[in-house]
């Protein structure tokens, strides 16, 4: 079975910009969390998704926003770049919301010029 | 991850050691303690998790060891081979909430020595 899928790997944008950063969950996993990984740190949670709604937010700013699609996929979006959210976002899905391991893809590599 | 932190960021064990891996955690509240191992380039990968109405769980190879009176996790890893070098997080949930956003720690590396 396919694990969590994440697409782009690579990404370079400069200060301003948008960015929208995307997921697959593995199947049947209902749940979609998003993390933010900076160099040399461990991951820092950004959102946790179930059933197309929010179910928990991170100590990250508005410009950081996210959605879940019917299918469970995920989009990460992130607006008014800044040098400062150059990191590996990763995404995470699990069966259903609460006490349940999350798997994680790969990552997006984000650098901000 | 500030309520999670690791002793030592880097551990060097020998080839076919036993290694053990530690965690201390700040919040009592919390009632759900992952282990991941991350190799470079990659995202983590779950190894082995407990709940905190358990003392110890077993894995192929990997132990979890959770002590609640002095808020302590380890990783105990058998017979160690070079596919084990990587950077290891304990990450921790909190009870209360609807969100099981986890916390990390900061990672150990662990070196396989030859």
Not at chain 1, 1 to 17: E, N, Y
Not at chain 1, 45 to 65: A, M, V
Request: with cysteine; proline share 4%; net charge neutral.
């Amino acid at each position: 079975d396919a694990g969590v899928t994440q697409s782009p790997t690579h990404l370079i944008k400069t200060r301003g910009q948008q960015v929208t950063l995307r997921c697959s969950p593995i199947s049947g996993h209902k749940s979609v969390s998003w993390y933010q990984q900076v160099l040399g740190q461990g991951p820092q949670f950004i959102f946790q998704y179930y059933e197309k709604e929010e179910r928990g937010r991170g100590n990250f700013p508005d410009r950081f926003s996210a959605r879940q699609f019917p299918n469970y996929s995920s989009e990460l979006n992130v607006n008014a770049l800044l040098l400062g959210d150059s990191a590996l976002y990763l995404c995470a899905s699990s069966l259903e919301v609460r006490r349940q391991p999350q798997h994680f893809g790969d990552g997006t590599r984000l650098s901000i010029l | 991850g500030e309520s999670v932190g690791l002793h030592l960021p880097t551990l060097s064990v020998q080839e076919g050691d036993n290694s053990i891996i530690n965690c201390a955690y700040s919040n009592s509240a919390s009632d759900y303690f992952i282990w991941y191992k991350q190799e470079s380039g990659k995202g983590p990968q779950f190894i082995i998790d407990i709940r905190s109405n358990m003392d110890k769980r077993q894995g192929q190879r990997v132990t979890v060891l959770l002590n609640k009176t002095v808020k302590h996790l380890s990783l105990q890893i058998a017979a160690t081979q070079p596919g084990d070098s990587a950077v290891y997080f304990c990450a921790e949930i909190s009870t209360g909430g609807g969100a099981d956003g986890l916390t990390f720690g900061k990672g150990t590396h662990l070196i396989i020595q030859p």
